[in-house]
Structures are given as structure tokens and as C-alpha cells.
């Protein structure tokens, strides 16, 4: 497993290529987004510890799971230091284990696009938010470094208005698993990227 202390920048492209497990599948990582807490104006963290923020402030290794469009179970792993809310955001992913579970998930969508997108990789891997909070290593949800990935790309964060041009999305070029980009429509024209 890579040094969970490190930042939220730092750590995000060493997960490419890990492999994580939980719920009978296995999904090797090809997309991530780095958040990098309380300074990141676009990170759940910057409004400060709240019901549902609690897990974000907690050690590194520690899953915190949202729900997004009140739909979709999207899963981050904590990194940095207690405390600090700096995650990274599990965007997509390659399912190399427990290829028929993922299929029931997630019935009629082509293999290559299981977990493609961050709610879609939660859909895979069966969370939901009483997952929000449970520790890597620990009850079945493990991370493990994996094969390395081809050549790593960056660029902005998905689908985030404010700080949206930090080039904190990390990906896998060329690899189909990885979601399209899209930019937030709620972006102010000339509004600064703080």
C-alpha cells in the first residue's frame, strides 16, 4: 500500500494501477482526482467537519463514501494527516476479480465500462454509506500496489466550479476504463480559479 501520509496531489497517481478489494471485487484503479482539504475551495473538507464529513477528517487509510445527485455511492480514501480532510477521490477502474458480481451490480453495461465514473466504481464494489468510514486493510477492503500503469496523464477535476482548473485528476492515458471529462456548467466565466 502506498504512504497514506503523504498529500492528496502526491499520493493520487501512485494509486494508479493498485488494486482495490471489497465485496468480492477487485477493480484496479485507472482514475483518480486529489482533494486536497480545508485550502481546496472545490474539497468537501473546505466548509469544516460536518455530520456527514466526519469520516474525511479521519486517519489515513479511513474510506469516506458520499452520495452524489443523491444517487451514487462515491468512495475516497483519506491520505495526510488526521484531521486535515485531504482525500483522494476513486474515479474509475478496470475489474480484474469478481467479474460476475460486478456484472449483477450493474446489469446490461458493457465489462470495459463496469466502473467507469466514481458512482459507477461504488455501484461495483456494493457500497453504500454505511461504508463511509471503515479502514483499508480491515474488513475485506484492501488496497494493494498493482502492475504499473502506461503513461499517467493530468488535467482538472471533473464536474467541480470553483478551483477547477488545479490539474488534480490523474489518469491512465489511452486506457477505456477512464470516464470523459466534463466541466462544470455552474462555472462563473472570469471567476478566479482560488
Do not use: K
Request: aromatic share 6%; charged share 20%; net charge positive.
Amino acid at each position: 500500500m502506498p504512504d497514506l501520509t503523504l498529500s492528496s496531489v502526491e499520493l493520487a497517481p501512485l494509486l494508479l494501477g493498485a488494486l482495490l478489494t471489497d465485496h468480492g471485487v477487485t477493480i484496479q484503479l485507472t482514475e483518480v482526482e486529489a482533494y486536497s482539504g480545508a485550502d481546496d475551495p472545490a474539497a468537501h473538507a473546505f466548509r469544516g467537519q460536518r455530520p456527514h464529513t466526519v469520516d474525511l477528517f479521519g486517519p489515513p487509510g479511513t474510506l469516506y463514501c458520499y452520495r452524489s445527485h443523491g444517487l451514487h455511492t462515491c468512495g475516497n480514501v483519506v491520505c495526510g494527516t488526521t484531521g486535515g480532510g485531504s482525500a483522494v477521490l476513486l474515479r474509475a477502474g478496470r475489474v480484474v476479480a469478481g467479474l460476475e458480481l460486478a456484472r449483477q451490480r450493474r446489469p446490461g453495461v458493457p465489462d470495459v465500462a463496469l466502473a467507469r465514473g466514481p458512482g459507477n466504481l461504488g455501484r461495483a464494489l456494493a457500497w453504500t454509506l454505511a461504508d463511509s468510514g471503515r479502514t483499508l486493510g480491515s474488513e475485506g477492503l484492501d488496497l494493494v500496489a498493482g502492475p504499473a500503469p502506461g503513461r499517467v496523464l493530468t488535467g482538472p477535476r471533473v464536474g467541480v466550479s470553483v478551483a477547477h482548473v488545479r490539474p488534480w485528476r490523474f489518469w491512465v492515458e489511452g486506457d477505456p476504463t477512464v470516464s470523459a471529462y466534463r466541466r462544470s456548467p455552474r462555472i462563473v466565466p472570469g471567476r478566479s480559479d482560488w
